[in-house]
């Protein structure tokens, strides 16, 4: 079954169009009919006055001798037609077949004319054509005539149609304007609903057609109960961050205390694996209500200042591309996703290489590691919440396993894509893809 393809219009392009069609097609139709009636009328009025003329001066003609038909004939020229006499009868005239339907209401008019071998035709171009033809007379004469005034009407008129349109332009350009004034209150809601769980709310004022407003009325009350949601997350990760650090914090200073250092060590671990577990916990739901605002970021200097960091504390970290490139960005969310994939790297392999690449005006953040890399068919999984691949890669796994969708959630907030693919040589690629600014 063959599916329609739909243009992709919005609410008020649509709704346009269908006024548009609408309106095209009964323009079409009664511009066709009236065009129509509108020829058959003149045809016929034109065939009446034709052939009550040509009665006329043919019945006054065969009344005179020849010598004064030519004068005659002069005196019943009108200024609507030309009348002629002629001794000999024409050759080349005949019957012109656009003029079949005047031929034969001239003869239905004046049914005499029908044995005086009435002949019509067109002359000169199609806006400016004259009628033109000739009747024999009783004594076997020519009577010729013409029309003085070009027949316009013998088809459609361009002018007629184009003067008819424009009033059905004009309703389509007011209703266009009013059907577009209509719906704005659905633009504004459309924004709205953008920002929405971007951290400000704002209330979308309540107008338009009965069910626009039960609709925006409903948003604003949908608004209202995620933004009180979100305000409560945020306190209460706020709660838990401190509730959770303050104990570490006094384990940290206890253990400290403690003789054997063996055991010391294996407390400080446990220490840094939770602290490590909080903070990407709480990195991951703060989600987007962390408040903050996009500014402009050197990612270069972003990128080699993490290669740097990491290198003093005595990783193998290498930073290559541009001294600056600059972008709008989110600065915290994109210093963590860059410090995510390469802590990645250096938990799962000895080196790490950071590349900054321009495309055009997009920008690509590369980190390459050499380590196990991650099956093919666990690549998708790997970006998945709480999902830990600890038997893809050798080592085990500090934290709950979301740094890679902390990565993916910085990303995508950007409008970009977290792309990840293993390396020929070996270990894992992860790329960032930002779209053009």
Known sequence: MMRLVRAPLGLIGQIFA????????????????????????????EARRLAEHIVIARKLLSEQPPALRPALATDLTTTRYRIAWSEEL???????PTLDRIHHQVLDWEPSLKTAGLQLR??????????????????????????????????????????????????????????RQTLLPLRRLAHATERV???????????GPGEVRRVIHAFNRMQNRIHRLLVDRTQALAAVGHD???????????ADAIGDA?????????????????????????????????????????CSTIADDMGDHGHDVIYSGPVHLE???????????????????????DRVAVTLVKQDDA???????????????????????????????????????????????????????LALSNRPEGGLRAEIHLPAA
């Open 327 to 349: 972008r709008v960005v989110y600065p915290i969310a994109m210093k963590r996703a860059v410090m995510n994939l390469v802590e990645n790297g250096i938990h799962y392999g």
């Open 197 to 207: 769980g971007a951290g400000d709310m704002q209330e979308v004022a309540e107008g």
């Open 244 to 254: 959770l650090r303050t104990p570490l914090a006094r384990l940290r200073l206890r």
């Open 18 to 45: 269908i006024l548009l069609l609408a309106i095209l097609i009964e323009f079409g139709a009664s511009t066709f009919f009236y065009e129509r009636a509108s020829q058959f009328s003149v045809q016929d009025d």
């Open 122 to 179: 067109l002359v000169g171009p199609a806006r400016d054509a004259v009628i033109v033809g000739g009747t024999t007379l009783p004594d076997g004469s020519w009577m010729k005539f013409a029309t003085r005034e070009p027949v316009h009407d013998m088809g459609f008129s361009l002018d007629r149609i184009l003067l008819a349109l424009a009033p059905a332009v004009a309703i389509i350009l007011i209703g266009g304007v009013m059907v």
């Open 363 to 417: 920008t690509v953040i590369r980190i390459e590691d050499d380590g196990p890399g991650i099956p093919e068919e666990a690549i998708d999984r790997a970006l998945e919440p709480f999902v830990r691949l600890d038997d893809a890669r050798a080592r085990d796994t500090v934290g709950f396993g979301l740094g890679l969708s902390i990565v993916a959630r910085a990303v995508e907030a950007e409008g970009g894509v």
């Open 90 to 96: 024409p050759t080349s005239l005949r019957v012109t």
């Open 262 to 302: 063996g055991v010391r060590e294996e407390i400080e671990t446990d220490i840094v694996e939770m602290q490590a577990m909080i903070d990407s916990l709480l990195a991951y739901l703060a989600g987007e209500s962390t408040g903050e605002t996009r500014q402009a970021v050197d990612l270069a200097i972003l």
